[in-house]
């Protein structure tokens, strides 16, 4: 029996944001049964804005991941790890009901942290892999 010397391939997946640009970094990066997604805001793409809300920001945030994944040939019910940086506390509440809408039947591995995000009007950014192993 030989050995496959065949290298997994890698796809990076691109939303359109600035930030991948300035930052030198991929919305998401697959290879194999992987698929890593970058923390990701709730910029509206389509309109090119930040809402004000932190529910409507995690809305935007989870269409973004959820679109990211599906280029990657991926789906939600992959991610088997979350991670939410949210800037205050006081947005968890508002948060909540979103995250349980996208992650409550997948119910992945999660951290919450509270920090700042790199924008002052940024107030929650979620990160997740996925496996389809």
Not at 38 to 56: C, D, I, R, W
Not at 97 to 102: D, G, I, K, M, N
């Given at each position: ?38 923390g990701?805001?709730g ?60 992650f ?30």
């Amino acid at each position: 029996m030989t050995k496959s010397t065949k290298k997994p391939t890698r796809k990076h997946v691109a939303s359109g944001s600035e930030w991948e640009e300035k930052f030198a970094y991929s919305r998401a990066v697959a290879q194999g049964d992987w698929c890593f997604v970058s923390g990701t805001t709730g910029t509206n793409y389509e309109l090119g804005v930040m809402p004000e809300e932190a529910a409507q920001q995690t809305r935007n945030a989870i269409t973004t991941i959820d679109a990211a994944l599906r280029a990657a040939g991926f789906e939600m019910g992959h991610v088997v790890r979350v991670q939410y940086t949210v800037a205050n506390r006081k947005y968890i509440e508002q948060i909540q009901p979103e995250l349980q809408r996208a992650f409550g039947a997948i119910k992945p591995a999660a951290t919450m942290v509270i920090a700042d995000l790199i924008e002052k009007d940024m107030k929650v950014e979620i990160e997740v892999t996925a496996f389809k192993g």
